[in-house]
């Protein structure tokens, strides 16, 4: 004699029966699959055998792999990041609640990066990386498409033009004429000659068309818009105004200083500087004072813009006493 039907498994029995049976589908059929599948495990669910086959070195330096393995991590991280700003984009309750949520959310993952980074500053061996680094031309950070992502979907491209064209440019000029404009375009560009480098032609090619199209899906709904389209109440908010803040100190401050510490650690010589792998002229493009980029530059007062990034010269200044 069988054994009476639990209740609570009778009951959400019924309920899956409710829910399949309203999208046209047979709950029986769905049993019989769920009584065939195999348990899931840990190493298939998130796919470890391969994400640890993903670490392939171009030479036989042992602290190549720290090298690929850090990117590869900042990418995920990079994906975490888009994966928030996206929610507050397609956000229509127009909440400061849910808005600072998900920007805490996006400031830990990057305060996770930034801690993080003397892995690359300290944990490898300077000698080492000279030389595998040759392998890597002209493959450069610099092709990062995801960040370049974060900033599209923070701030209106106006905010993103090379300091020094920035007031030539408003919001009503044509997304495609802004985009040329770009601060890091002028980084993997020769001054002089106003050739581009090959890291510059490889990463436009390959990601300029998602670059626009996502520019265009979000031209007028950016974080800054949807900040802006908030009611004043919310907009004042002083836990959201301090997490956007955050953010933009974190992206357009914090996380530049970090790399230039490491080009300091590894390209800095007292005899000039060894170029970066994709060419890029890194001491006039990483440090955040010499661009002042801000995603929501009305947060900042006049003051704070001015001496923006202004830490990364002093700590400069501090080193070499």
Partial sequence: MSEPVNPEIAEKLKQLE???????????????????????????????????????????????????????????YFKLIIHELKQIIDDKLQNAAFFTAKLDRVNRYFRVLINSFDVMI?????????????????????????????EIYCTPLVNLVNTKERDQFSEQDPLGEVFEHLYWKSGATD?????????????????????MRIAKQVQHSTIFHKYHELPEKEQNNVHLIEALRTFDTNVNINWLLMHMGAAYRYLNRDKGEVLATGGTNWKSFLPPSFQRIMFFPNLWSDEEKENWGQQWVTHQFNTKQ
Avoid: C
């Fill in 191 to 211: 001054a002089e000659t106003g050739e581009k480098t090959l890291t510059l032609k490889q990463f436009e090619y390959r990601y300029t068309p998602r670059m």
């Fill in 122 to 150: 300290k944990g490898m061996d300077r000698d080492q990386f000279l030389k595998y680094r040759m392998s890597l031309l002209p493959a450069s950070g610099f092709q990062s498409v995801q960040f370049r992502l974060i």
């Fill in 18 to 76: 409710t829910k399949f049976k309203n999208s046209g589908q047979d709950l029986g059929s769905y049993l019989d699959g769920l009584l065939h599948d195999r348990y899931l495990t840990y190493w298939d669910y998130i796919h470890l055998d391969t994400l640890l086959s993903l670490q392939i070195p171009r030479t036989h330096f042992p602290d190549e792999e720290i090298f690929i393995t850090y990117h590869q991590i900042t990418e995920l």
